[in-house]
């Protein structure tokens, strides 16, 4: 199980200082127009966890119970609590309406209709027989529609349940098994389909193995893999499964290294197949797109990091990545969307610091938000929208939220002091501006002015308050008109200027005299006027 081997990979480390790998540097361009918002936190532990493929439900296992989650909301919509009873894993379906979740006594506990469901339950709508094992987070996994479950982990032995959606009652027998000649499973997946299935594990001290099932939808009774591989002294710790089930790809320990195996044509290969290409390096971690084009990996040893390989369908022989990342920091877990495009990574620093990382295909780090404490899980929605990502400790359960930011900030208002009828020839201008953006928020405002002669100053606009900011225009001589804009621009690049709003923003400065001049004139005529009474009046 999972847990055996942290052991081994902390005796490991000694044996990995040695190894010299070489790494590309991150791309550091602008951010994109995805951004990654916090969406909400719940102080719960937590054992594993589970987002559906549509990305609107979470589900949540711990030592007390099943959490089941809007994933609006960090309130449980129901839960399922047993007394004795642990929880250490889940898997859920892509729409949400269906939850399984293994327990530490060997048990599958699967709900149905889970998407109406609320407040306290008290069973689920079945429960299976008792499977003589512990049920291990990574073990797990349901299709798409919930019909067909896998388990692992809990021995030397493989199970499929076909129909989950139709059963009802307890001690729910497997569709069929595979008693395999290994000593544990670390890690199972099933197709969307249930169509195809792969596992892998522990076969001896510091061997692996990765087995492929073809067609595990329409088996019974005892069914044997397509392949096995048995020939590599490489100890699997974790696997990902394409889609279409073409691609296999895991992540094993060896005695000095960490390798990267990648099985592309695997509906067409038996026996004791090689992979078909690999990548050296320290990896703990492994996840691929719905295509399997797309890889990334993780690492817990020493150099650490985060890689990406594109093309993987094409790849062969020895491989090197596309790009690495947070090269001094332990990546506990990777998650990708189904297009390959975000990538989502909880890591560790020297300092202990956690963070959650999160990037696009081409290695720009789109945002991180740091985490209580550690918290070394992530799942992530079909699409990328949505990403939780937890651990063990209290306040650990985060849900993140992405989004595409093509809509600039807002400018909704712009005002300056003195206003442009009473700006004298000594007079700074102050100009102010209400902006907004509610996505990813202002990355930066400046203020344009020009005298009419051709040439533009550009002078950086501070927060004010609140969402005001402000800028200031240095005084000019008399009879010079000056014309302003706005430009406001926020992190994803958008940008917006006050032109576009048809602001009138344009001011003449006055004389300085021009009152005094006015007031002598208005007094000249008071006397005249004065004068001119008497003079009339007198006899």
Known sequence: MKRKIILILITATLLTAFLHVTLNPLNTANATATIVQLKWVNSMAV???AVSKDGNYVAAVNSTGLYYFDADNENPLWRYELQAVVFRSVAISTDGDYVVAGDGD?????????TQRVDNQTEPTWISRDLYGPIERGTLDMSANG?????????VIIYYYAG?????????NFTWMYNAPVADFYTVHISPNGKYV???GQRGFLNGFVMFFKD??????YYTPLWFTNHTNTLIIDLALSDDGYAVAAVGFELVALTLYYWANATNLTGDPNATWTCPGIFTSIDMSASGDDVVAGGYLMPRSLHFWSDARTRNGTQSEDWIALVSEVVFDVAIS?????IAAPAQDEAYNNTAYFFTADGVKIGEYPLAQLSPMVSMSGDGATIAIAGPGYDSLYVFKTAVDSTPPDINDVWQQPDKENVYEEDTVDVFANITDDLSGIKQVTLNYTTGNGTWFTTTMEPYEAEIYNGTIPAFPYCTTITYIIIAEDNANNTITSQELEYTLEYHVIPEFAFATL???????????????KTKKKP
Do not use: K, P, W
Not at 164 to 172: A, D, H, L, N, P
Not at 216 to 221: I, K, L, V, W
């Open 47 to 49: 054992n594993d966890m």
């Open 106 to 114: 060997g048990y599958l506990h699967y709900f149905n209709q889970s």
């Open 147 to 155: 019909n067909y479950t896998v388990v692992g982990g809990t021995g």
């Open 164 to 172: 989950c959606t139709s059963r009802t009652g307890s001690e729910q």
């Open 198 to 200: 792969a596992g892998g």
């Open 216 to 221: 595990a939808d329409t088996a019974t009774d």
């Open 338 to 342: 189904d297009d390959g495009n975000i």
């Open 519 to 533: 007031m002598l004139l208005f007094m000249t005529a008071t006397l005249l006027s004065v004068t001119a009474y």
